[in-house]
């Protein structure tokens, strides 16, 4: 049992193609040779925590799951350039327009606006020809800032255009 887990994967490979065809298999171990039957055995493979596995053929993928601080930063980021463009269009903002954004919000969305802001500020900032964007508390949204759909909390955002 030991040695199994030594083997590479083509060893790997080659036990499961000769099972598929319904051949014996000999392995070489430092005890002697032993000679692996169809159905002796069973081969099967879990996900590491934290990666997706997939497998096709002789090709296998792994990818980190993982979703780190600054990914979700940049994340949300994101969203806010994609919300902030979403605004500039429906306003009837040109292109060119440099505006002024400050984003209203509550609880947990105003928790990761704001450390989004300060790692990507300037990112989102240069996006979407924002000379300045701001976070601010909900409560002091008036009128003017629209509503603007969030995953968590509630989020308004005000445009202005900077002359």
């Known amino acids: 049992a030991a040695a199994f887990g030594t083997f590479d994967q083509a060893t790997i490979s080659a036990i499961q193609q000769a099972e598929a065809c319904g051949r014996e298999y000999s392995v070489n171990l ?8 169809p159905g002796d055995y ?39 350039i994609n919300r902030i463009q979403n605004l500039r269009k429906d306003c009837g903002f040109e292109v060119t327009d440099k505006i002024g954004v400050t984003i209203f919000s ?3 969305a105003k928790t990761a606006i704001d450390s989004a802001l300060d790692s990507f500020g300037t990112y989102v900032a240069n996006q979407t020809l924002a000379v300045s964007v701001k976070s601010a508390e909900l409560e002091e949204a008036d009128s003017s800032a629209l ?6 909390g509630t989020v308004k955002a005000a445009l202005t255009i900077i002359k």
């Open 30 to 37: 430092p005890s002697g040779s032993i000679v692996l039957r």
């Open 42 to 80: 069973e081969i099967s493979s879990e996900d590491m925590p934290g990666w997706l596995v997939a497998n096709d053929g002789p090709l296998t993928l792994a990818l980190d799951i993982e979703i780190s601080d600054e990914l979700r930063k940049e994340g949300v980021a994101r969203e806010l």
């Open 106 to 108: 509550d609880s947990d």
């Open 147 to 152: 509503q603007v759909e969030w995953e968590d």
